[in-house]
């Protein structure tokens, strides 16, 4: 849960409070790279950032308050969902010796340049305690290894495939709903991957609106009235992970 917490509070919401903890560690280590400044970041940041609001509520500043309820961390009992809608896109989770050779439970995600592929191995909503109780969705997931010629292939007609046996030895098991792209796989000993148009969206006009559903209607993600009749995330399907 407290690696949960930490990608939640690193992760792609951009806080003020990081560049000023950025400030702070550039002048504490003034020879450090930016790879050591991030890694310190990981590291520290939700420890850093909860002395901080600390600091501001003993000075008579309190910062806003669904920070002050990040900072006391989220409840010990997450909810476990096999399925997960959101941006037209139904994620699935891998399932073990299946028989089927195209499967659509991969995701990828872009980091500059970098393109990552990889498999969503579980869906996870924390909840933070409080009056405001956000709520948070992220995968945890295993990535191929994305070098060019090793573990990722281009052929002449733009199809791209990622080696079935490799994957990266060191990165972030978890990411944001928000930050992935769904992709279907076809398993060969290279596995081909094919992104995924999200559906009621028409390639290259324009992003529609997508209908958010509330709290008291009892779902998690946006409703598809195609697939009004299989819940994405429903609690019928949950099930709590310690």
């Known amino acids: 849960m407290q690696t949960i917490h930490t990608h939640a509070t690193t992760g792609p919401t951009r806080l003020d409070e990081s560049c000023i903890y950025l400030a702070e560690m550039r ?22 950032l909860s002395d901080y609001v600390s600091h501001c509520l003993a000075i008579g500043h309190p910062p806003k308050y669904w920070l002050r309820e990040i900072v006391c961390g989220p409840k010990f009992v997450a909810k476990s969902y096999p399925r997960y809608c959101t941006r037209g896109y139904a994620f699935r989770v891998l399932k073990e010796n299946t028989a089927r050779r195209t499967v659509d439970c991969g995701v990828s995600s872009s980091t500059g340049d970098d393109v990552y592929y990889g498999n969503v191995r579980e869906i996870l909503e924390i909840q933070y305690p409080g009056m405001i109780g956000m709520r948070c969705t992220v995968f945890y997931r295993e990535w191929y290894d994305n070098v060019v010629g ?16 490799r994957r990266l030895d ?20 290279w596995i081909v ?21 509330t709290e008291e209607d009892g779902e998690i993600g946006e409703f598809d009235e195609d697939d009004s009749d299989s819940s994405c995330s429903s609690s019928d399907n949950s099930s709590d992970a310690e």
Request: hydrophobic share 35%.
């Open 150 to 165: 090793r573990g990722v292939s281009t052929d002449a007609f733009g199809v791209t495939s990622v080696h079935s046996r």
């Open 170 to 189: 060191y990165y972030d098991p978890f990411i944001f709903a928000s930050q992935a792209d769904q992709i279907r796989q076809r398993n060969d000993p």
């Open 193 to 213: 991957v094919m992104s995924i148009n999200p559906r009621i969206r028409v390639q290259g006009v324009f992003d529609p609106l997508q209908q958010q559903l």
């Open 27 to 48: 002048l504490k280590y003034p020879d450090a790279t930016e790879e050591q400044l991030e890694q310190l970041k990981q590291n520290n940041f939700a420890t850093w």
